[in-house]
T-cell receptor, first 113, second 114 residues
Framework: DGGITQSPKYLFRKEGQNVTLSCEQN?????MYWYRQDPGQGLRLIYYSQIVNDFQKGDIAEGYSVSREKKESFPLTVTSAQKNPTAFYLCASSTQGSRNIQYFGAGTRLSVL | KQEVTQIPAALSVPEGENLVLNCSFT??????LQWFRQDPGKGLTSLLL?????REQTSGRLNASLDKSSGRSTLYIAASQPGDSATYLC?????????????FGEGTQLTVNP
């Protein structure tokens, strides 16, 4: 099956803890993205990466970190510096160019204990 | 900074009705515009992508138009069905030196009643 896999589906974070959300794609896409969605709102861009070993901050990068060591993988770490981490996190990937449809994973719902 | 607005925030229609969802954006220098569908608690599914040089795209009962000069796009759904019930999101693409990225609207929650 081709697509984007996010894990886990649900994640709980304790106070002061860092947690990592996994995103893997087998679509051979160069670009990958992380978004945050709060209830009743649209998506806000956290980080994005156009090629391996390179990534850019989006609109709400504070309290988050990423890595892009492999083309297929783009993990997101929610650090203890992120004071309001409860949200739905979505990963996406796309090709380059003006026909770059973004394909999304099923999401990870993060809650604070 | 690009801002994307979708009107209405929610819409309820009877089955079979034709409907229009609206999207407006503040910066007309766009790369492309995409419409997505999101079911509750799920990821997004791409419906249509319009490149900046195009005026419209069609897929089945869906038709999306783009007017860059006025900063508007519409998604037309013909003969709506209960299965069309979902949140529809508009996203505007920008080309930057570091690549391309999307700015999303807050979505229109559509309910089609049998």
């Amino acid at each position: 099956d081709g697509g984007i896999t996010q894990s886990p589906k649900y994640l709980f974070r304790k106070e002061g803890q860092n947690v990592t959300l996994s995103c893997e794609q087998n679509l051979n896409h160069d670009a990958m993205y992380w978004y945050r969605q709060d209830p009743g709102q649209g998506l806000r861009l956290i980080y994005y990466s156009q090629i391996v070993n390179d990534f850019q901050k989006g609109d709400i990068a504070e309290g988050y970190s990423v890595s892009r060591e492999k083309k297929e993988s783009f993990p997101l770490t929610v650090t203890s510096a992120q004071k309001n981490p409860t949200a739905f996190y979505l990963c996406a990937s796309s090709t380059q160019g003006s026909r770059n449809i973004q394909y999304f994973g099923a999401g990870t719902r993060l809650s604070v204990l | 900074k690009q801002e994307v607005t979708q009107i209405p925030a929610a819409l309820s229609v009877p089955e079979g009705e034709n409907l229009v969802l609206n999207c407006s954006f503040t910066d007309s220098a766009i790369y492309n515009l995409q419409w997505f569908r999101q079911d509750p608690g799920k990821g997004l599914t791409s419906l249509l992508l319009i490149q900046s040089s195009q005026r419209e795209q069609t897929s089945g009962r869906l038709n999306a138009s783009l007017d860059k000069s006025s900063g508007r796009s519409t998604l037309y759904i013909a003969a709506s069905q209960p299965g069309d019930s979902a949140t529809y999101l508009c996203a505007v693409g920008a080309r930057e030196t570091s690549g391309s990225r999307l700015t999303f609207g807050e979505g229109t929650q559509l309910t089609v009643n049998p």
